[in-house]
């Protein structure tokens, strides 16, 4: 950050007073500009025993396969989030359940909520940023194309969970590795 979104002068990364950490200050009105972690928020959409998936047609991880997920928007709330993302990927409509997982991943700066969902129909096609989307029963899944560790995670949970009949909230801390998210 350069300048100040209030007044367009410019920033300086300073100490404010009462804070632990440096943030960008306005060298002319003062005002402090935080940078919070983003919330990526998504769907685990089921129809039957198959999950829908979409196939990644922009970067990070163009080509892999995903659940429905991306950035919160201000003014929605995180089930509407997860709605409209399913909408935009999938075309698709879902029914948003419960939240089943969190994962927090600090070292990007970003918060995963992953809501169940149930599709509505079976009318689905690639958004703009999918390549492709399909239903997978659990023996399918691309296991080795995934995009995302907390997609990978939130899907061993899932079929876990659905073979004992209860699903449980899940939450985990994720530390920087080799993968993407």
């Known amino acids: ?37 983003k919330l990526i928020v998504g769907a685990v959409p089921v ?16 080509g892999l396969w995903t659940l429905p997920a991306g950035f ?19 075309n698709a409509r879902v029914a948003v359940g419960e939240l089943y997982t969190l994962y927090n991943l600090p070292h990007i700066n970003q918060v995963h909520l992953l809501f169940r969902a149930e599709l509505l129909d079976l009318d689905f096609s690639p958004g703009a940023e999918s390549l492709e989307v399909r239903l997978f029963a659990e023996d399918e899944i691309p296991w080795d194309t995934l995009a995302f560790r907390p997609v990978r995670f939130t899907l061993q949970h899932y079929f876990a969970d659905r073979k004992l009949g209860e699903f449980r909230f899940r939450t985990g801390d994720l530390a920087a590795s080799g993968q993407h998210a």
């Open 1 to 37: 950050m350069k300048y100040c979104s209030h007044c367009g002068s410019p920033v300086e990364l300073r100490l404010p007073p009462d804070d632990n950490r440096h943030r960008h200050v306005c060298t002319a009105c003062g005002e402090i500009h935080y940078e919070n972690p």
């Open 72 to 90: 919160m928007e201000n003014g929605e709330t995180t089930a509407e989030a997860a709605a409209r993302e399913t909408l935009e990927e999938a």
């Open 47 to 62: 129809w039957q025993d198959k999950i829908l998936l979409c196939r990644r047609a922009i970067e990070p991880r163009h």
